[in-house]
């Protein structure tokens, strides 16, 4: 869920109503013109219904997202779903929908309605607990759809919700303007801008920020100079939509001309970005880069902009969608869409390739945090790059090769993968790349014998490149297709010690330490848990050096199943609870449910039965998620199975049972 605002004035009506119809009722839409609030309403209407809903209440913004394709990743990513199965994933989102008791927002929906219109009926056909509430400028015309009309604030009287809105905003704005709301006189002026300006609530904020710089009177004269100026317009629209237009407009001739070239070309942030990103996005001609931050502040203090504070981010900016709409269209007007396009997609390019070189060092968290909080603009780069200049796309999908295999985002980015390697040259090392990365994505997924296919390609190429580290990304890569199906030995002639030597590298790189980690895997699963062992402890220190945090975590995790082998059910619960942090700070699904069957195991070894099941339970919830229960593979089953049957022993079937119901119902959020 997004934060609230820290105001929130009027619609009481509304709100007893979406409280009825939420209910009631299965699938609610909120439509209205831009600006009226919807969204502001449908976070202060759903705010309760967490306390009612047994699985919560899941927010999925919509505004940042173009491809209509991506909707169902999109919506599973919210919820928390990672999938890795190679079902398609609204099968998948359907089957993890099924049996929970929770509510969905879909935010801002008019720009993908078929969309959204298909996925909402597949949603609640197979989820009788779901309910939906959408919000959007037009109705997704459903048959089972309950339409509330969001109007704008009343405007009559001096009590008005519209008023106070205004008040509200002037205050912040600049307090000084109390004194016009203590003179009756001067409240009825300030009534009237409202109800010139229908009460339509992103109208009043506009407008109310501008009483920083005039007084009411001004402002009054001025509104009624611009509808008059703009009444008769070309393309007619309803009275609420000019209206809002009308304002903006306004707002945008009252802005410095820096200003209102940084709101165009800001015009082309999908969601929320950086200082950093607009600089380098949006400067140029008159507009320095030194001066970009200095023009923001003044379209924030304005409301043309929203600033926002997000943990481990520090300042995000965004621009509300009718907002952005205008400012699209005066990007047109200047003739600087591609110009503006072109820089906006490369910079997040240039992101990608400092990120791909950063992910094994100490900023990792940090990496993941940033490269996560810029999913929405990542998309809109990659569509832009794949018809505009497909061999930077490549490079951008490659190089995303973590995001893909290790953060959870395994269909969106096998989706981009293919696309790219289909649309662009085959040039030599950004093609190995982006193949690389495809086979690490079908690997999670399950695709074994076409991993296995591209990680014996990937190793053709990489000799012919006479590139160490990509031989070894390609060992790893064909190691792990053959190890997840059950075959140690081969993994362990791929990716051992021999192997490695064989195409040399650098031991502090990515192929090398994979290469590592499928060897320290190899050696478990053949059951030489002391050669396991001292593989494990030289990849944990290696990783630990690097300040790498991901893979130090897998070492943990085979540290642990090598403990359990050894019959140390102790040393074992220690890693994996080491193993356990990492994950968590990485949000790794597959890991964590990886690590809660293992302490599952390693405590009922130690004879707490009751705590095994519960953790059992919670990994059954994890391993949902996921959509692999433990990823297909007989030794994980296996080691999974030994847990419970230990548990079971220790305190009875019954007591198993209601133990895990318990750990089961866990959030995974």
């Not at 105001?7 to 979406?18: A, N």
């Not at 809105?165 to 002037?170: E, G, I, N, P």
């Not at 070894?472 to 990716?495: F, I, K, N, Q, T």
């Amino acid at each position: 869920m997004p934060p609230e605002p820290a105001s929130f004035i009027g619609r009481e009506p509304e709100l007893r109503l979406l409280g009825q119809l939420l209910r009631e009722r299965r699938l609610i839409t909120l439509t209205g013109v831009g600006g009226v609030g919807k969204s502001r309403l449908a976070l202060r209407a759903v705010a309760d219904a967490r306390h009612t809903r047994a699985d919560g209440v899941w927010w999925v913004e919509l505004s940042p997202l173009r491809d209509p394709t991506l909707l169902t990743a999109t919506v599973a990513h919210a919820v928390g779903l990672a999938d890795h199965s190679p079902r398609p994933l609204d099968e998948e989102l359907c089957a993890w929908m099924a049996d929970r008791e929770l509510l969905l927002v879909l935010d801002t929906c008019e720009h993908l309605v078929s969309d959204c219109r298909h996925l909402a009926g597949e949603l609640l056909q197979s989820s009788p607990g779901l309910t939906i509430l959408i919000t959007s400028r037009e109705p997704l015309r459903c048959a089972i759809e309950e339409v509330v009309e969001v109007r704008p604030l009343p405007c009559d009287g001096p009590d008005s919700d519209a008023l106070a809105l205004f008040r509200a905003r002037a205050l912040a704005a600049a307090p000084r303007a109390a004194a016009v709301f203590a003179d009756p006189e001067r409240a009825a002026v300030a009534a009237e801008v409202c109800r010139r300006l229908d009460g339509i609530p992103l109208a009043l904020e506009l407008a109310g920020a501008r009483l920083r710089l005039w007084t009411v009177e001004q402002m009054a004269e001025r509104i009624g100079e611009r509808f008059e100026m703009l009444s008769d317009v070309r393309v007619p629209r309803p009275p609420r939509h000019q209206t809002m237009r009308t304002t903006i407009g306004w707002s945008h001739e009252l802005c410095e001309p820096l200003e209102r070239l940084l709101w165009a070309r800001l015009s082309v942030f999908t969601g929320d970005f950086d200082i950093a990103a607009a600089r380098a996005v949006c400067a140029g001609g008159p507009l320095p880069a030194a001066r970009v931050e200095r023009v923001l502040a003044g379209l924030t203090a304005k409301s043309v902009v929203l600033r926002s504070e997000e943990r481990g981010a520090g300042a995000r900016y965004r621009l509300l969608d009718t907002i952005r709409e205008y400012g699209h269209d005066w990007l047109g007007e200047l003739g600087e869409t591609q110009l503006v396009t072109d820089r906006h997609a490369h910079w997040y390019a240039a992101l990608s390739q400092a990120a791909d070189r950063g992910w094994m060092g100490p900023g990792q968290v940090d990496w993941y945090r940033r490269i996560t909080a810029e999913q929405a603009q990542l998309r809109t780069a990659l569509e832009h790059l794949l018809t505009a200049d497909p061999t930077a796309a490549l490079e951008m999908a490659g190089n995303l090769w973590f995001y893909w295999f290790a953060c959870g985002h395994v269909h969106e980015g096998r989706a981009f993968l293919e696309r790219a390697l289909r649309r662009a040259p085959r040039t030599e090392v950004a093609y190995n790349q982006a193949l690389w990365s495809l086979g690490l994505t079908m690997l999670l997924q399950g695709d074994m014998d076409e991993a296995r296919r591209i990680g014996e390609q990937c190793a053709r190429d990489a000799a012919h490149l006479a590139d160490p580290e990509r031989e070894l990304r390609a060992a790893y890569l064909h190691a792990a297709s053959v190890l997840m199906p059950g075959d140690p030995v081969r993994a362990l002639e791929l990716s051992g010690p021999r192997a490695r030597a064989g195409h040399g590298g650098r031991p502090t790189g990515p192929g090398w330490l994979l290469c590592k980690l499928s060897t320290s895997y190899s050696l478990c699963a053949l059951g030489r848990f002391e050669e396991a062992t001292e593989e494990a402890r030289s990849l944990r220190e290696a990783c630990a050096e690097l300040g790498e945090r991901w893979m130090r975590a897998y070492a943990d995790y085979i540290l642990a199943v090598a403990a359990l082998g050894l019959g140390d059910h102790g040393e074992a619960a220690r890693h994996v609870r080491a193993m356990l942090s990492g994950k968590r700070l990485l949000g790794d699904r597959l890991g964590i449910a990886l690590g809660l069957d293992l302490l599952a195991t390693a405590v009922a070894g130690l004879g707490d039965g009751e705590l095994a099941a519960r953790l059992l339970g919670t990994g059954h919830a994890w391993w949902r998620t996921v959509g692999r229960p433990q990823m297909g593979s007989p030794s994980l089953t296996a080691m999974r199975d030994q847990g419970e049957r230990q548990a079971r022993a220790a305190i009875g079937d019954a007591a198993f049972e209601a133990a895990f119901r318990g750990g089961a119902a866990a959030s995974t959020g």
